[in-house]
């Protein structure tokens, strides 16, 4: 009988061994599950305390294989297996999106066969590049653009659970790029940008002419708010946004403004920076349909109504072409960091920008309020060194004074970022 090591005890007739590496002072523990042997660290300096959870982890695993549930360990394989249980149980919900029938598809087919036994921490810049060699030559061509994004997301929601499970730290997550190329800086607003445009909107209304053009110009200084306020998607989820789904309610003497939101991806909460009720207020008072119900009593009525219309309750499809038109007239139209004409799609960005580096919100809550993934606000993100701050989501960093709020109102609103002067 081989002599055991003085710092190595084995439990359970031998099924489970616990022992020292090196000049660790914590005690690990190693047993095999279905020909996979699993090596945990128990946490424990204490002996017996270790042979404890060493038994309970044993038992766990164990219990795990036996019922078919994915036995979780550090490996790609287990990680992604957890990944894809999720999504399919999603799926048969019904609950699900269909494009995770594609994620499924393409871990099996690819990403467990290549990575499976590699643990997921271990996946660096030079293991993936290996991979897409491989992948174009069992695929025997360079993959489409839109194959590699499938193939980018279905790897996310990997290193989404990885991340959840604290496997691995969100930071040290490798940004997926297609064609190898990293992916291009989205045109925002700065901070200063940002102000000239809230502070010329009123100016620009009042030289618009009358009737229509004028109700557009009015449901545009709104939306613009709105959108650079809440991170909400342009069209989408803003097209699909009624009164019903906007709920104000108090906390410790403060409003808060939620928005239910849906339109791209599944449907999600988000929750409006101060000053957003305001500017919701505003389109209220014009909506004729409404304006003679109190703002508080007309929401708590939950009305299948769109809360972007003009004063006639008619949605316009031209908010884009008469933001690009005020954008022209002061100026804004090219971002100077990206070269590239500014959107409506810039508010959601400037957002995103706004609260990685002014809030200092951490970005999993960011990818809840916007309704994305962490891989993706990594991707366009980036360049951002994120600093993490108190206040998030309703900007209330700093308590503000009469004076500050009157200037805000007189700009048009606090806006994203205006907290500071």
Known sequence: MVALNPNTHVLLDGEVKVYKRGNSKRWQATFKIDQHWVRISTGKTDLDEAKTVARDQYLEYKFRAKHDLPVVTKRFEDVAKLAIADMQKQLDAE??????KDYIKALNLYFIP???KTFITNID?????????WRKKVIGRDPKASTLNTHNSAMNRVYDEAVARGFIAQGKVPILSNKGEGAKRRPDFSREDYRTMIRKLPSWIDKGKGGKSRDMRYLLRDYVLILANTGMRH???????????VTVFEDNGLEYVEFYLHGKTKPHEAIGRA????????????TE???HIDFYDMLKQKLDLPVFCLPDGTVTEHLRQTFKAFLNDAGLLTCPKTGQDRTLYSLRHTYATFALINDGMDIHALTKQMGTSVGMIERHYSHLTPRMK????TGKRYELSAKDYAAQKADGGAGVGDNEE
């Open 114 to 116: 290549f990575f499976g």
């Open 390 to 393: 108190k206040d998030m989501f």
């Open 235 to 245: 069209g989408t989820e803003a097209q699909n946004l009624r009164w019903k789904h």
């Open 95 to 100: 609950a699900g999106r269909k494009v995770y």
């Open 125 to 133: 810049h030079q293991k993936i590049q290996d991979f897409n060699a």
């Open 289 to 291: 349909a409404i304006k």
């Open 275 to 286: 000053g957003t009720i305001d500017y919701l207020k505003r389109i209220h008072s014009r």
